[in-house]
């Protein structure tokens, strides 16, 4: 009896750990490709000489993006990063970019369905800002950092 109580509730304890949905978009993200579609033109806004990483967390996301060259060569030194709560329900992601260094970015509310596909991330959404003129479609891939 004693024996049979041991094994009833080793199964419900692995049955109640393996129960918890595992949310498949949190992780460390690198950027692999980029691109934008404004009207009809579509082209490829994809980096090789910068790095970019995407930090999802269970409330919020954050992204950061540097040169490769440690902000030497004053002709293409870059940095940027922003961050703020999200939402995913089913595969639509919202991200509500609370900070940003550039500032008349925040505050605005980003729409986007997300795929995982084994390592890979890719996000597809509209990037609207009318105050900005910014109106365009956005396709990134990542890759999970290990």
């Known amino acids: 009896m004693r024996k049979a109580i041991s094994i009833l509730v080793l199964i419900i304890t692995i049955l109640s750990c393996n129960s918890e949905k595992k949310n498949p978009i949190e992780g460390t993200w690198r950027l692999i490709s980029a ?8 082209f490829s806004t994809f980096n090789k000489n910068t790095k970019m990483i995407k930090i999802i967390n269970d ?27 999200y939402t995913l329900k089913d ?14 970015w925040e ?6 369905v997300v795929k995982v596909q084994n390592d890979t991330l890719i996000q597809k959404g509209i990037e609207k800002i009318e105050k900005l003129g910014v109106d365009h479609i956005i396709i990134e891939k990542y890759v999970r950092e290990k």
């Open 107 to 112: 505050n605005n509310k980003f729409e986007f």
């Open 91 to 104: 595969s639509i992601y919202t991200e509500n970019l609370e900070y940003f260094n550039n500032r008349n």
């Open 35 to 42: 691109e934008t579609t404004e009207k009809d033109s579509t």
């Open 59 to 85: 409330s919020h996301f954050a992204f950061l993006n540097h040169d490769l060259k440690n902000g030497k060569d004053s002709t293409t030194a870059l940095y940027f990063a922003g961050g703020g709560k």
